[in-house]
């Protein structure tokens, strides 16, 4: 039998795919085109409005492909949120799995495709396909969210904090190094509160100590740390330890005490002020990586200006932004929802224009320079150009890239070092640079 794989959303549920095709790719071979396919199989996000529609385009989509007798199974966020209301909606899907049930699925796909899956067959990161770049991986090292934030559903989808042992990440990220991978970039809703659930304490910094004695040339990113737990203990950890990539990717949503309240999101202004100065300080080249919501109930127009001043203050390597969306079942539905889609729109521009000129002050700053820990992630067949990323990019594509300029061949996750020549606001343009 072949499978058909489709991936929607962010990092996680890509671990999720890889550990699903783990487990099917003993009975199914892995196919490239949905009408080679006896199962299509389609992992699906439903974070946001945008991110439904996706996944249900997707779905329609796919469906055109199906040869006859195939079979569609969804999986995922949407499967999750909303699989009382979608199957009669979608009679193109013949299998809803929701990611209560990924502990079963192989007795679910057999039912569906009447194969021979033994009942005891589960999956697990340590039996991935994996569909990163040998360079680089994720590793998620818990599931779901202890915070409710008043906008974010992910707590009515993935449900309360559980994390993974200790002992299990550490044996899935020496199998990783093991293999050659560079990058290791730990991944979770919340990953400052990592541990909580099993060992009633904040464990994130006990992690990486275990993690840092893996024997290897890696380096650990660290993505989605909630601001009021970056504490000093694992800022100073990070600094101490060149194995751990100096990158702080701290979503704050806003930096206005009343709206924050209203987010119910922890901590204040002068708090987020002195976090990200005492990161600078102690780590001058640490990388700060945020997001923002604007157009969120309660914001008004002198709300923007002041969230505006705080950008222009901290300066931030990186930087996102979303409009509001209400999600169902959040907090925010209880609050007035006055703000008009046109005027989200004109404060997501207003602050981006700022961060815009942000980013090209910064990236003006080092032309000239050397960067002596990039790494080529592909090759630019219209600029006859490589392309890198160092520790200052994260894998998502948000962040931007350098564009290389080589006399010879390079490889895919070669390291190489970058002399720097121009740039624009989200990327840098250099030559490889060779010691003399």
Same mark, same amino acid.
């Given at each position: 039998?072949?499978?058909?794989?489709?991936?929607?959303?962010?990092?996680?549920?890509?671990?999720?795919?890889?550990? *699903?095709?783990?487990?099917?790719?003993? #009975?199914?071979?892995?196919?490239?085109?949905?009408?080679?396919?006896?199962?299509?199989?389609?992992?699906?996000?439903?974070?946001?409005?945008?991110?439904?529609?996706?996944?249900?385009?997707?779905?329609?989509?796919?469906? +055109?492909?199906?040869?006859?007798?195939?079979?569609?199974?969804?999986?995922?966020?949407?499967?999750?949120?909303?699989?009382?209301?979608?199957?009669?909606?979608?009679?193109?899907?013949?299998?809803?799995?929701?990611? +209560?049930?990924?502990?079963?699925?192989?007795?679910?796909?057999?039912?569906?495709?009447?194969?021979?899956? #033994?009942?005891?067959?589960?999956?697990?990161?340590?039996?991935?396909?994996?569909?990163?770049?040998?360079?680089?991986?994720?590793? #998620?090292?818990?599931?779901?969210?202890?915070?409710?934030?008043?906008?974010?559903?992910?707590?009515?989808?993935?449900?309360?904090?559980?994390?993974?042992?200790?002992?299990?990440?550490?044996?899935?990220?020496?199998?990783?190094?093991?293999?050659?991978?560079?990058? *290791?970039?730990?991944?979770?809703q919340d990953t400052t509160k990592y541990g909580y659930d099993l060992y009633r304490e904040l464990k994130l910094v006990d992690l990486l100590k275990e993690l840092v004695k893996i024997d290897?040339?890696?380096? *650990?990113?660290?993505?989605?740390?909630?601001?009021?737990?970056?504490?000093?203990?694992?800022?100073?950890?990070?600094?101490?330890?060149?194995? *751990?990539?100096?990158?702080?990717?701290?979503?704050?949503?806003?930096?206005?005490?009343?709206?924050?309240?209203?987010? %119910?999101?922890?901590?204040?202004?002068?708090?987020?002020?002195?976090?990200?100065?005492?990161? %600078?300080?102690?780590?001058?080249?640490?990388?700060?990586?945020?997001?923002?919501?604007?157009?969120?109930?309660?914001?008004?127009?002198k709300d923007v200006d002041s969230l505006i001043d705080f950008v222009k203050e901290v300066k931030f390597d990186r930087l996102g932004a979303f409009t509001f969306s209400l999600e169902e079942?959040?907090?925010?539905?209880?609050?007035?929802?006055?703000?008009?889609?046109?005027?989200?729109? %004109?404060?997501?521009?207003?602050?981006?224009?700022?961060?815009?000129?942000?980013?090209?002050?910064?990236? %003006?700053?080092?032309?000239?320079?050397?960067?002596?820990?990039?790494?080529?992630?592909?090759?630019?067949?219209?600029?006859?150009?490589?392309?890198?990323?160092?520790?200052?990019?994260?894998?998502?594509?948000?962040?931007?890239?350098?564009?290389?300029?080589?006399?010879?061949?390079?490889?895919?996750?070669?390291?190489?070092?970058?002399?720097?020549?121009?740039?624009?606001?989200?990327?840098?343009?250099?030559?490889?640079?060779?010691?003399?």
């Amino acid at each position: 039998m072949n499978i058909y794989m489709v991936s929607l959303g962010c990092a996680k549920n890509q671990v999720d795919s890889e550990m *699903i095709l783990g487990l099917l790719k003993q #009975k199914m071979k892995i196919v490239e085109s949905p009408s080679d396919a006896d199962l299509i199989l389609i992992n699906t996000c439903a974070f946001i409005e945008p991110a439904r529609k996706e996944a249900i385009d997707t779905i329609l989509m796919l469906s +055109d492909y199906k040869k006859p007798n195939a079979k569609m199974i969804v999986c995922g966020c949407l499967a999750q949120r909303y699989k009382d209301e979608i199957v009669k909606l979608l009679p193109e899907v013949d299998r809803f799995i929701t990611i +209560d049930e990924y502990k079963d699925i192989a007795n679910i796909v057999n039912s569906v495709m009447k194969s021979d899956f #033994k009942s005891s067959d589960i999956i697990s990161p340590l039996n991935r396909v994996y569909t990163s770049p040998s360079y680089m991986t994720y590793v #998620k090292i818990s599931e779901g969210c202890l915070n409710r934030c008043a906008f974010c559903a992910i707590p009515l989808i993935r449900g309360n904090l559980k994390s993974r042992t200790i002992e299990d990440i550490v044996s899935e990220v020496k199998l990783h190094v093991s293999e050659g991978v560079y990058e *290791i970039n730990l991944i979770s809703q919340d990953t400052t509160k990592y541990g909580y659930d099993l060992y009633r304490e904040l464990k994130l910094v006990d992690l990486l100590k275990e993690l840092v004695k893996i024997d290897g040339d890696f380096k *650990i990113r660290l993505l989605y740390l909630y601001p009021d737990i970056v504490t000093d203990e694992l800022i100073n950890f990070i600094k101490d330890n060149d194995k *751990i990539m100096p990158y702080f990717d701290i979503p704050i949503q806003h930096s206005e005490d009343l709206i924050l309240e209203k987010m %119910k999101r922890r901590g204040n202004r002068k708090y987020l002020l002195d976090l990200f100065n005492k990161i %600078k300080t102690l780590i001058p080249n640490a990388i700060l990586r945020t997001t923002f919501i604007v157009g969120f109930p309660y914001e008004t127009n002198k709300d923007v200006d002041s969230l505006i001043d705080f950008v222009k203050e901290v300066k931030f390597d990186r930087l996102g932004a979303f409009t509001f969306s209400l999600e169902e079942g959040t907090k925010a539905c209880e609050y007035p929802n006055i703000i008009s889609e046109d005027e989200k729109q %004109k404060r997501y521009e207003r602050l981006m224009e700022v961060q815009n000129e942000i980013s090209l002050n910064k990236n %003006k700053a080092l032309i000239g320079t050397v960067l002596d820990d990039a790494f080529i992630i592909d090759y630019d067949e219209d600029s006859y150009m490589y392309v890198a990323r160092s520790y200052a990019y994260a894998p998502d594509e948000i962040d931007g890239c350098i564009y290389v300029a080589a006399k010879k061949e390079l490889k895919l996750g070669q390291r190489i070092k970058v002399k720097v020549l121009d740039c624009d606001s989200y990327t840098l343009t250099g030559e490889e640079y060779v010691s003399k």
